[in-house]
């Protein structure tokens, strides 16, 4: 039967609000069965190897949980393998720009959320180890997103999303404990940042591209959008949580930005780590003030400053005398670039490609291996690396 996924614009208050207060049942389930029947050294053991492994084997788990992983070994029926290879060879043709909409959209939009990014803040990963975090969650895209990604048996993207989703309950069960858990907050990684969630990776994705000058037709939007969609379901969020087309995402998006945005400490903190992550990727330091300005851009000035971050140098000083060489725009002056999209569509295609080219050498930390692009992808984005 195919999903009944949200076709309205129905994102009101009435409905999003009780969102904030459910989970995941089916995950939940599993991890109350292990925190009640097994030692928490033995429970940290787990995570540690889900974690620690790209491609865990299910054998290697408890009973309960490598039920929980055969449940999710198989696409839904309603998911059509030809629309996913329409969305993927989008990624296919724009992956390094993506990543870097990515860095610079999708995830600051998920940090101006002031309830959502409480969890992140208190989990302490990002702030701890920015760089680690911050390129496991580009890994992700990666895996959904490339040719056979999410094929059954073989591709690596339903093994992610499997692991992802039993750490979004862990991280439920814990965080919930916590004292200083304020109710304001919601359920930790409730339905509702979920949903915002899959709307970085997949709506604010393509608007990110449009904005940089992309012009995509009609079937390669609802492709890419339709990867998402099974991601979505795959991650345990509800169908009438996710949008059934493109209207109706951005009304989700719209809504989000209504409940959710505003200035908070643990925002600015994450945005802040972010920054630098992506600065520490970028070799030199000839495109530091990018990420910022990139940030200002996708995201508008007022929602940029709620994330503390300011107009830069670049912007104040002219394009000039930092990018002109890299750029080679004839030395033309912009005094105001963020509002000039053709020539953020000339940085953000650059910073791009010298973004895909040296994360593949950045470490994770521990035995992870480093950040995996298909050899078919490294040699459509001209990527001369190994990883």
Not at 4 to 27: C, E, H, I, K, Y
Not at 237 to 242: K, S
Not at 348 to 377: D, W
Request: with cysteine; charged share 20%; glycine share 8%.
């Amino acid at each position: 039967m195919p999903p009944v996924f949200q076709t309205t614009a129905n994102w009101t208050d009435s409905f999003l609000d009780p969102m904030r207060q459910v989970g995941d049942p089916l995950a939940d389930a599993v991890v109350e069965n292990l925190f009640a029947n097994q030692s928490i050294d033995a429970v940290n053991a787990l995570m540690r190897n889900l974690i620690l492994n790209d491609n865990p084997e299910p054998s290697t788990f408890p009973p309960i949980v490598a039920d929980y992983i055969k449940q999710l070994d198989q696409l839904p029926d309603w998911a059509d393998k030809a629309k996913i290879a329409t969305g993927q060879q989008v990624f296919w043709k724009y992956g390094p720009r993506l990543i870097l909409i990515l860095h610079c959209y999708a995830l600051p939009f998920c940090y101006v959320g002031k309830n959502g990014v409480q969890v992140l803040a208190l989990t302490g990963r990002l702030s701890s180890n920015s760089t680690r975090r911050i390129l496991e969650t580009a890994q992700l895209l990666v895996d959904v997103m490339s040719p056979g990604g999410l094929t059954t048996g073989e591709g690596r993207a339903l093994r992610t999303i499997q692991k992802v989703r039993l750490m979004h309950a862990a991280v439920r069960h814990l965080v919930k404990q916590y004292p200083g858990w304020k109710s304001e907050f919601g359920l930790p990684v409730n339905q509702e940042d979920l949903t915002g969630t899959l709307m970085a990776f997949s709506w604010i994705s393509l608007d990110g591209l449009r904005r940089i000058g992309v012009s995509l037709t009609q079937e390669e939007w609802d492709a890419y959008l339709h990867c998402w969609q099974i991601v979505g379901h795959q991650l345990g969020i509800r169908d009438d949580m996710i949008p059934a087309d493109n209207t109706s995402a951005a009304e989700l998006c719209a809504a989000i930005a209504r409940r959710q945005f505003g200035a908070c400490a643990e925002g600015q903190l994450m945005t802040k780590a972010l920054i630098e992550s992506v600065q520490y990727q970028l070799p030199g330091n000839l495109f530091d003030d990018a990420p910022g300005l990139l940030i200002r851009y996708f995201l508008g000035e007022e929602n940029a400053g709620m994330l503390g971050v300011q107009k830069t140098l670049l912007e104040r000083s002219g394009l000039r005398n930092v990018l002109t060489l890299p750029l080679n725009v004839g030395g033309e002056v912009l005094t105001n670039l963020v509002h000039d999209s053709p020539a953020v569509a000339e940085l953000a295609e650059k910073v791009g490609k010298v973004l895909i080219n040296s994360i593949v050498l950045v470490q994770r930390g521990g035995n992870r291996p480093t950040f995996t692009i298909p050899m078919e992808l490294k040699e459509q984005w001209g990527v001369n690396w190994t990883s």
